[in-house]
């Protein structure tokens, strides 16, 4: 089983929700209003940078090179209508065990 982690700017959760509709991630989790935090950058939701972020969680059984080519797609569309200096979009994929 693997698991889909999709973290974006909350401005472009309606394109990914749009896109795991369009193929076929129909089951997913969603975590609104989480906060990213690196050595370089700081988006903690203040009044400097009110950035918020959401992350998408989903489970597939299997992920076709398909499937690798649209997530890599929608990664650049996406960072395609960033502002610079900020983190649009990171998708992992993972393999994971359920207990």
């Known amino acids: 089983m693997k698991l889909l982690l999709i973290l974006c700017d909350k401005a472009?959760?309606?394109?990914v929700i749009e896109f795991l509709e369009r193929n076929g991630v129909n089951m997913y989790e969603m975590i609104d209003g989480a906060k990213f935090?690196?050595?370089k950058i700081k988006r903690l939701s203040t009044p400097v940078w009110p950035g918020r972020e959401v992350i998408f969680m989903g489970f597939l059984s299997e992920v076709t090179e398909g499937q690798r080519k649209?997530?890599?797609e929608l990664k650049e569309t996406i960072e395609g209508k960033s502002v610079a200096g900020s983190l649009p979009i990171r998708i992992y994929i993972q393999e994971v065990e359920e207990v």
């Open 12 to 15: 472009y959760e309606p394109d």
């Open 70 to 72: 649209a997530f890599r």
């Open 37 to 39: 935090s690196s050595p």
